[in-house]
């Protein structure tokens, strides 16, 4: 009898764990109680989003790093009622204390909502949110860099072009 049970236990959590296997929340990094940071989403995973209520998808990657994808991200985004922004950080879209305060803008037009902030690997996005955490909500560059779960003791010269220093 106890035999069966584990075996109808393993047919029915399997599935549940396989998508819990999946799950874009597994790789990303849960840095406040409603944001978090990832690598690039693949075009399944906005579906996961919006199930998430999640309301802005924030992009830090560049246009030209976009073109290369299989899908339109803002596309599949608009498709499911999502918010989606593109923040360019990188070639020829440096660092700068505008990027910044560009990135606060966003965040003030989407405060209370759930956000996914993503670039390739989610270091740039990283980075972007350490020196927000600085500058606009008076963490510490120690708390900044705890939050976004960083090995670093200093800040990286990314976050420092971003505060303008």
């Known amino acids: 009898m106890f035999k069966h049970f584990l075996i109808l236990w393993a047919f029915m959590a399997g599935p549940a764990m396989a998508d819990e296997a999946a799950s874009y ?3 990303a990094r849960l840095v406040s109680d409603h944001v978090w940071i990832g690598p690039q ?3 399944e995973d906005f579906s996961e989003f919006a199930a998430e209520q999640v309301g802005l998808v924030l992009n830090t990657r560049t246009a030209g790093e976009m073109d290369q994808l299989e899908f339109d991200q803002a596309n599949v985004a608009q498709t499911l009622g999502l918010s989606y922004e593109l923040l360019e950080i990188g070639q020829d879209h440096p660092y700068s204390p505008a990027k910044l305060a560009a990135f606060n803008d966003i965040l003030e037009a ?3 909502e759930k956000v996914v902030l993503h670039c390739r690997s989610g270091n740039r996005a990283s980075q972007l949110y350490a020196a927000w955490l600085i500058k606009y909500q008076n963490k510490t560059p120690a708390e900044a860099l705890k939050a976004i779960h960083s090995d670093e003791s200093e800040l990286t010269d990314a976050m420092k072009t971003l505060l303008g220093q």
Do not use: E, L, V
């Open 25 to 27: 929340f597994n790789d």
């Open 41 to 43: 989403p693949d075009a």
């Open 110 to 112: 989407h405060r209370g």
